[in-house]
């Protein structure tokens, strides 16, 4: 007998599945569909096992490999853990690399993915049979507050923002007749899948935490919020509420009361706010509005309402079932718990990855199979994160320190930097989308991102001149202190950061002629100095220190080389000097 399963999420689909399904039913066999497992690289993956020997995975396979892929089963009946991979120009033949462990997911820790690529994501009963709704059975048999009082204990930090503890946000919930639950599926960055592929792989889960919630809350109505673009997820979705209902746990005729409804977003990214989701919800314009009022006071329909990520939420079913202490097993301090990111750019490993909080950048990186030589940095949180440099190789990845460098951790998104990538150019892709995207409630962010788009274009256009460099950074500052919304405030971050990190990227983009070359930088001649000081005064920066009369030092790590004061020197005192190790 062979069980055959096939990766069919998002990734698996476009990659060819369904021609290999075809395959597979033309020889009469019969195949589980399932999610994603990660490792979207490889799509589509084929998973078989025959009779008691170990599972044999094929990786990249083609309609034309399923004949030869069946026939290498039925020869050698001692292969076991083979990742196979295709041979170059091979069509219809497939090497099988023998390894112990597939190295991609050696440093993960699967446990809020550890159902994805496992189970038929249409199939109430198999995720039954493989433990599910298991939690919410332990949920009904206990008071409200204790399930409130378990994920205050578990410290489950929001996975789709600043990080914001999800028990005390429950704990806010406002007392009335009608309150609301809404799950966050509105994953808008660039760059972020995480969602989509647990709701694709696993939506039973999502569903099971949020009848828990419900609850944990009183709740008798709850919202999937989503976008339109995500027709397979949204497909899978109905299937599960559909099941979930014909078998009594949800639905106004269920024991509990529970209805879940599915509502569908035009796509525009500020409805991943809190307030500017609501209120397309109520089928209104989706812009943010003033906070406080909080949602958990006054939320949807003017009821109290409490809103979650989908990751979020589809940690709680093993938090109730397996504690707390489990879940504080990994992570760091403040941060427990693992984390699921997706990597894309500079990789040829692209997919999701599950890691506990705490892991270093440096680790990321070899997951990603990416050398530090090969990359410029690594860009994390979207349009509201921001680029971090290769000096934070060891920093430790949570929603703290993340933060601390200059970025934030948001859904998860991880966009790796080659070397050669001009960060000036990746700072305006983020703007753009910020432009675009803007709501235009509030004029920091509506004109403010237009005026920042305007300067790096002339920056880019070697028009610049080193006051551009000095106003960008002062408007994308003011824009992140009066922006209306967090989205408004954040959208500046990506420049900020380059600006912070790559500031010779955008050096390098100014009118030339007093701009040194990359291996220079400019010094003081002790016997040539007067201490005149318009030296310091000219500075825009600050680099240059010494009283007025006597002699004066330029801290080469503040300047930025851009020869004001080289230009303003009266006596020729500013000399021009090479880093001795680029000679």
Not at 45 to 63: L, P, Q, R
Not at 192 to 199: G, K, P, Y
Request: charged letters at 30%.
């Amino acid at each position: 007998m062979i069980d055959i399963k096939l990766g069919y999420a998002s990734c698996g689909i476009a990659s060819g599945a369904k021609d290999v399904l075809k395959e597979f039913k033309k020889k009469g066999l019969n195949v589980k569909l399932v999610g994603c497992i990660g490792a979207c690289f490889a799509e589509p993956i084929v998973e078989i096992k025959k009779d008691d020997y170990e599972t044999i995975i094929y990786s990249n396979v083609k309609k034309d490999d399923v004949e030869k892929l069946l026939e290498s089963i039925e020869k050698d009946k001692k292969i076991k853990n083979v990742f196979a991979k295709r041979k170059d120009g091979k069509k219809s033949l497939i090497e099988a690399k023998y390894i112990d462990e597939l190295d991609y997911y050696l440093s993960q820790e699967k446990r809020v993915s550890s159902l994805c690529g496992i189970i038929d994501p249409t199939d109430i009963e198999d995720y039954i049979k493989h433990g599910g709704y298991e939690s919410l059975k332990k949920a009904q048999e206990i008071q409200p507050k204790e399930i409130i009082d378990l994920i205050l204990k578990s410290e489950l930090r929001g996975r789709g923002g600043a990080g914001f503890l999800t028990g005390k946000k429950w704990n806010l919930m406002g007392e009335a007749k009608t309150k609301y639950f809404i799950c966050n599926f509105d994953e808008g960055d660039p760059g972020a899948f995480m969602n989509r592929v647990l709701v694709e792989s696993c939506p039973h889960q999502l569903l099971e935490g949020m009848i828990i919630a419900c609850l944990a809350l009183d709740v008798k109505k709850a919202y999937i919020y989503t976008r339109a673009e995500y027709p397979l997820a949204v497909e899978r979705l109905k299937i599960a509420i559909r099941d979930a209902k014909n078998k009594g746990l949800i639905g106004y005729k269920s024991d509990n009361g529970i209805d879940v409804e599915i509502r569908l977003g035009a796509g525009a990214y500020v409805c991943g706010e809190e307030t500017a989701l609501i209120k397309s919800i109520e089928g209104k314009a989706g812009r943010p509005t003033n906070k406080p009022p909080f949602p958990a006071q006054v939320g949807l329909f003017g009821k109290p309402t409490v809103i979650n990520n989908v990751e979020t939420i589809s940690n709680i079913p093993n938090i109730i079932k397996k504690g707390e202490k489990w879940f504080k097993e990994v992570g760091s301090e403040n941060n427990p718990g693992t984390k699921m990111f997706s990597f894309s750019g500079f990789t040829k490993v692209g997919g999701y990855i599950e890691v506990p909080l705490g892991i270093t950048i440096k680790e990321l990186l070899k997951i990603a199979k990416v050398k530090e030589s090969e990359i410029k940095g690594l860009h994390i949180g979207g349009p509201s994160g921001g680029t971090i440099s290769l000096e934070y190789m060891d920093l430790k990845v949570d929603y703290d320190n993340v933060q601390k460098a200059g970025a934030i951790m948001g859904s998860g998104s991880m966009v790796i930097i080659p070397k050669d990538q001009d960060m000036v150019q990746l700072a305006k892709f983020f703007i753009e989308f910020s432009k675009s995207e803007s709501c235009g409630k509030c004029v920091p962010c509506r004109e403010g991102n237009v005026r920042l788009l305007e300067i790096i274009d002339k920056i880019l256009s070697g028009k610049g001149e080193l006051n551009d460099l000095i106003e960008l950074e002062k408007m994308a500052k003011t824009i992140r202190d009066s922006s209306f919304c967090g989205l408004g405030k954040a959208a500046p971050n990506p420049i900020l950061s380059t600006l912070k990190y790559f500031r010779e990227d955008y050096i390098n983009h100014l009118k030339k002629g007093f701009i040194l070359k990359p291996d220079e930088y400019y010094e003081i001649n002790k016997s040539k100095c007067i201490g005149c000081h318009l030296c310091s005064i000219e500075c825009p920066v600050g680099a240059i220190t010494g009283k007025k009369m006597q002699l004066h030092k330029i801290d080469i790590n503040t300047c930025i080389r851009c020869g004001k004061c080289f230009n303003v020197c009266k006596v020729k005192a500013i000399d021009i000097k090479t880093f001795p190790e680029r000679k």
